[in-house]
């Protein structure tokens, strides 16, 4: 299953995030926790290397929390200052500030030993589509001013928003890039929402995210769908979808299994966290 979704303003986008990058001190990137090297584009990565970075693991109430501190550390080991939240719930928002200014405190030393007293910083927010970002903002800035929702290409134009005394946040919309190096990366995004499902065939999505359930073999996912009798060693994952399609009573006329109706059911789950806390990216060492 191929899956790409690169419209045409996320060209736009990409040039005006590189041409705002020199109105900030420091840029925040967010990924989401459950697939932190899926949901990292290449080609921002490449445009902010040289400047302070802080990377949020967001979505960390739903990932695995054990993996998302071996991502902590790497992020770490390699030089970059992480920290996971959620922003729905303000997991973790309230050590953002203090661990943000840690990252520009030469700077900040700097112009205050030129005489500024409180000198104001600048940052630039990153990141895909449907990752949270402006879920963020209106949380760390305590106001709904950015529009958020649960789809992906919601913000269309880049926004200032002050988050603090002194700290000033310019919001980017989402953007992907225009080719995934593999299908994985492609799938993965697909999963937890950033790609809009109307490009793709949510059947063939569903049964490849079965997949990996099957393999992973979330208590919670066995006892939601009532499946301690079903082997899932042996069991088809377009079968699987049958079965929890049946036990959920999503039939049509002649008995059969509404098999879109399952596959949004159990992408919306998924993506919801009613599985469990889910990571499908772990580092390599």
Not at 105 to 113: A, G, H, M, N
């Amino acid at each position: 299953m191929d899956i790409n979704w690169f419209p045409g303003h996320m060209t736009k986008t990409k040039r005006k995030i590189e041409k705002d990058l020199k109105l900030v001190d420091a840029v925040v990137e967010i990924i989401d926790a459950r697939i932190p090297v899926s949901s990292r584009n290449p080609d921002i990565a490449k445009l902010i290397t040289n400047k302070p970075r802080v990377v949020l693991l967001n979505k960390c109430d739903i990932a695995d929390e054990k993996a998302t501190q071996l991502w902590v550390d790497c992020f770490k080991n390699n030089g970059i200052a992480a920290l996971p939240v959620d922003c729905k719930s303000g997991k973790g928002i309230n050590q953002f500030v203090p661990l943000l200014r840690k990252q520009l405190s030469e700077k900040i030393d700097r112009l205050k030993s030129k005489g500024m007293i409180n000198p104001c910083m600048r940052v630039m927010i990153v990141g895909i589509p449907n990752v949270g970002k402006s879920t963020f903002i209106n949380r760390i800035s305590k106001k709904n001013k950015a529009v958020s929702a649960d789809r992906p290409g919601v913000t269309r134009g880049n926004q200032w928003f002050t988050i603090a005394n002194c700290l000033e946040m310019l919001d980017t919309p989402g953007v992907l890039w225009p080719k995934f190096e593999d299908r994985t990366t492609g799938e993965h995004l697909a999963f937890t929402g950033a790609i809009k499902d109307n490009i793709m065939d949510i059947e063939l999505l569903a049964v490849r995210l079965l997949e990996l359930l099957k393999e992973l073999k979330p208590p919670m996912f066995i006892s939601r769908f009532k499946l301690e009798d079903v082997d899932l060693d042996n069991t088809e994952s377009d079968k699987l979808l049958e079965i929890i399609g049946k036990k959920r009573g999503m039939l049509i006329s002649g008995g059969e299994v509404d098999r879109e109706r399952a596959a949004i059911m159990v992408l919306d789950e998924f993506r919801s966290g009613k599985f469990g806390r889910i990571t499908l990216e772990y580092p390599e060492n």
